[in-house]
C-alpha cells in the first residue's frame, strides 16, 4: 500500500535460507536433503531457492530431492508425512516453511533421529538435537524499529527492506546442535554470509534466478 502514513516491511528469507542450506550440504551424511512448504506460492520458493542455492554452493554433488507442499500452513500430520517421505528416500535433513505445519516435519526429524531446519523464529528447542538450525525473521526487531521511529519522529512511508546486512534475518544460535556442526563448518557459513552480505553473492529468489545461479557455480565444493 502506497500511503503517506504506510511502511512496508520486507525480509530476505532468501539469503537466510540460502545459510540454512549452506549449512545442511556440510552436514548431511547422506548428500541428500529435502525442503517442505506449506503452499506453493512465490513467497515460498524464495525460502526454496536460496536453500538450494546455499546447499550447491557448499557442495554441487549433494542431491536436493523434489520439494513437497503440505497445501496449508496447519496440518501437521499432512507435514510430519510430507518429511516422512522424504527421509524416506534417503535425505538426512529437512528444512520447512510451512507454518504449523512444519512441526510436523521436526516430529518426523525426532523420530527418525534426522535433522529438521526451523522457520521464522528459533525453533531449535522444540526438538532438541533433532533442529540443526532455524532460519529466524526478526519481525519483532522490524516493529520495534517501526515504533521507535514513530516515537522519535522519524518515521519515513514506503518500503524497508530487513536482510542478512541489516539483522533482519539469521540463523539460529544452534545452542543444542553446534557442537555436533563444528567450528569450521560455523567459519564456513560465516564466510559465505560475509559474501552475501557485502553482495559478493547475490542470492536468487526465483527458479529462473536459481537456474542461472547453478548454472554459474563451479563443480567443487566450497
Excluded: C
Amino acid at each position: 500500500m502506497d500511503a503517506p502514513n504506510v511502511r512496508s516491511l520486507h525480509f530476505n528469507e532468501e539469503q537466510g535460507s540460502f545459510l540454512a542450506g549452506y549449512l545442511a550440504a556440510l552436514t548431511t551424511k547422506t548428500k541428500k536433503i529435502g525442503f517442505v512448504g506449506g503452499q506453493e506460492l512465490d513467497l515460498i520458493k524464495k525460502f526454496y531457492s536460496g536453500y538450494v542455492a546455499g546447499a550447491k554452493t557448499a557442495d554441487p554433488t549433494v542431491e536436493i530431492l523434489p520439494a513437497k507442499y503440505v497445501g496449508n500452513w496447519e496440518n501437521q500430520d499432512l507435514g510430519k508425512a510430507d518429511a516422512q517421505q522424504l527421509f524416506g528416500t534417503g535425505a538426512d535433513i529437512v528444512y520447512h516453511a510451512a507454518g504449523r505445519a512444519g512441526l510436523g516435519v521436526i516430529k518426523a526429524a525426532e523420530e527418525q533421529d534426522k535433522y529438521a531446519i526451523g522457520v521464522d523464529s528459533d525453533q531449535d528447542g522444540v526438538a532438541q538435537g533433532h533442529v540443526l538450525t532455524s532460519m529466524i525473521k526478526h519481525v519483532d526487531e522490524a516493529v520495534f524499529g517501526t515504533i521507535s521511529d514513530v516515537m522519535k519522529d522519524a518515521f519515513t512511508a514506503g518500503p524497508k527492506i530487513y536482510d542478512l546486512a541489516s539483522g533482519g534475518v539469521s540463523l539460529s544460535p544452534m545452542t543444542y546442535t553446534k557442537d555436533k556442526i563444528g567450528p569450521e563448518a560455523l567459519k564456513k557459513v560465516d564466510a559465505v554470509a560475509a559474501d552475501i552480505k557485502s553482495g559478493k553473492i547475490k542470492v536468487p529468489t526465483t527458479q529462473g534466478e536459481l537456474d542461472r545461479y547453478l548454472a554459474s557455480l563451479p563443480m567443487k565444493k566450497a
